[in-house]
C-alpha cells in the first residue's frame, strides 16, 4: 500500500506495506524490525479457479535504508490439484526518503525466485527480477505510486526465459485515519510476443487494527490479454515490534 493511514508515533514508526495492491512501496522497513504480510488469493480464468493461501512475505529492516525481503508463494491449488509454490529471495534499498519538494520517494527492488515449489506449481528455474518504485505525496491524505522494471521467467515449455516489462500506478487515499482505499493499474509486456501481454486493473481497502496490524480486502480483473478475468484477496500484515 502506497502509505499508512495512521501518523507515526516516536514508539511506533507509520506501516507501510506491500500488499494488497502490485505496486511496491518506495519505503523500507526500519532497521531490526521485522514485518510480516500475509494473505489469501481466489482467481478466476474462463472456467478455471485457482486459489493461493498463506503467500507470506517477510521484510526485516537491515538499517541504511535496506531490507531484506523473503518471500514464498504459498499453498496453490487448481483443477482439484495442489501444492506449494516457489519461494523469493530480495532486498529493497531506499535511495531518495520522502522529500519536501517535488522530487519522489525513489527505492530500488532486486529479487531471485527460486523454483521450490511442487512441479505443477513451479517455473522449474531461478528467476531474477527487479523494479524502481517511486512515490509522491500529493497531499496530507493522497498518494501517487507507481513502478516500472522488468522480470525474467522460465517455464516448462520453454528452454529460455521469457522477458517481461513490468509497470504500475496506483493512487492510494487515506479515508480516515485507520480507514484506506486504493486504485491500480498494472500490467507486463513480453518483449518477444506483445500480444502476450497483459493489463488489470484492481482496487481495495486497509484497514489499521492497530499501529502495528492491518488488514486488507481487494478485488480486480483483467482488462487484456492473458490475465484474471477475475481475482479477489484479503490478507493481513503486521510489525513486529523492537
Excluded: C
Excluded at 84 to 92: H, Q, R
Aim: hydrophobic content about 40%; overall charge negative; glycine content about 14%.
Amino acid at each position: 500500500m502506497l502509505t499508512g493511514t495512521a501518523g507515526a508515533s516516536a514508539q511506533a514508526p507509520e506501516l507501510v506495506t506491500d500488499r494488497p495492491d502490485q505496486t511496491e512501496s518506495a519505503t523500507v522497513v526500519p532497521r531490526g524490525l521485522l514485518q510480516v504480510e500475509t494473505g489469501y488469493l481466489f482467481a478466476r480464468e474462463g472456467d478455471v479457479d485457482s486459489h493461493a493461501a498463506a503467500g507470506t512475505l517477510f521484510r526485516i529492516g537491515l538499517g541504511g535504508r535496506t531490507e531484506l525481503r523473503l518471500g514464498h508463494a504459498g499453498v496453490m491449488g487448481t483443477e482439484g490439484r495442489r501444492g506449494t509454490g516457489d519461494s523469493e529471495l530480495g532486498a529493497k534499498v531506499n535511495l531518495i526518503p520522502r522529500p519536501d519538494g517535488w522530487l519522489p520517494e525513489l527505492a530500488i527492488l532486486g529479487g531471485l525466485s527460486l523454483p521450490t515449489g511442487d512441479s505443477r506449481f513451479s517455473s522449474g528455474g531461478a528467476d531474477p527480477s527487479f523494479l524502481v518504485a517511486f512515490a509522491h505525496e500529493l497531499t496530507p491524505r493522497l498518494a501517487l505510486g507507481y513502478n516500472a522494471g522488468a522480470a525474467w521467467e522460465s517455464s516448462a515449455d520453454h528452454p529460455d526465459r521469457d522477458a517481461f516489462v513490468l509497470y504500475s500506478l496506483a493512487l492510494g487515499a487515506g479515508l480516515t485515519d485507520r480507514l484506506g482505499a486504493f486504485f491500480e493499474v498494472f500490467g507486463d509486456r513480453q518483449v518477444t510476443d506483445p500480444a502476450a501481454s497483459s493489463v488489470s486493473a484492481d482496487t481495495g481497502l486497509t484497514f489499521l487494527l492497530t499501529e502495528v496490524l492491518q488488514l486488507d480486502v481487494s478485488v480486480g480483473r483483467g482488462l487484456r490479454g492473458p490475465a484474471d478475468d477475475l481475482f479477489v484477496g484479503t490478507g493481513l500484515s503486521f510489525r513486529l515490534p523492537r
